[in-house]
């Protein structure tokens, strides 16, 4: 199971920490991602992260803006996001990869936490 | 701009048989295998399809898929009402060492 949290609504060019709990499976062994869906809109990859934290991935629309981290010991997943503009609102999903050597497919999801870009 | 194309839309009646197609490139579907993901409104996605064919367990049977060259397909046979939602293909692009995702398609049942 995955559990995210720490969305909100904050000013264009502001900053927010997502949060994602995993509970259920072996947390450090899969690699997770971030995707985002804006409103009325398809999913959009964000980033991903190696099970052990070493390897990160980035969409280029948010490359330098947002980093990804997690913490083992406390089965947690982070999106940090700076530099937040309009159209990073969006609802922002955490996913895993069903195999540990694989990002896709993803087999879980969270339900998701919204993001509201807005002066 | 979605790297797989999807065709935004898609319908069918009660009782038939539908297919979502998903197209892409040799980096892509060419060298990897596709997922399918259902999504209701207002909720998460949920995994339909594994390896261009796989079901998880509790999956309807009715659903379906299939892939070849640079190109998948979800199927659906015996359309029911509960089956209209949005549906998604996706894939790991070699080339671009990243997840691609189709737009997504729209699933009507008339």
């Known amino acids: 199971q995955l559990l995210e949290s720490g969305g909100g609504l904050v000013r264009p060019g502001g900053s927010l920490r997502l949060s994602c709990a995993a509970s259920g499976f072996m947390f450090g062994s899969y690699a997770i991602s971030w995707f985002r869906q804006a409103p009325g809109k398809g999913l959009e990859w964000v980033s991903t992260?190696?099970?052990?934290?070493?390897?990160?991935y980035y969409a280029d629309s948010v490359k330098g803006r947002f980093t990804i981290s997690r913490d083992n010991s406390k089965n947690t997943l982070y999106l940090r996001l700076n530099s937040l503009r309009a159209g990073d609102t969006a609802t922002y999903y955490c996913a895993k990869g069903r195999l540990r050597t694989q990002v896709v497919p993803l087999d879980v999801w969270g339900q998701g936490t919204t993001v509201t870009v807005s002066s | 701009q979605s790297v797989l194309t999807q065709p935004p839309s898609a319908s069918g009646t009660p009782g038939q048989w539908v297919t979502i197609s998903c197209s892409g490139s040799h980096s892509n579907i060419g060298l990897n295998t596709v997922s399918w993901y259902q999504q209701f409104p207002g909720t998460a996605p949920k995994l339909l399809i594994y390896s261009s064919n796989q079901r998880p367990s509790g999956v309807p049977v009715r659903f379906s898929g299939s892939q070849s060259d640079t190109s998948a397909s979800l199927a659906i046979s015996g359309l029911q009402s509960e089956d209209e939602a949005d549906y998604y293909c996706a894939t790991w692009d070699d080339s671009l060492s990243v997840p691609v995702l189709g737009g997504g398609t729209k699933l009507t049942v008339l």
């Open positions: 992260i190696s099970g052990t934290g070493g390897s990160t």
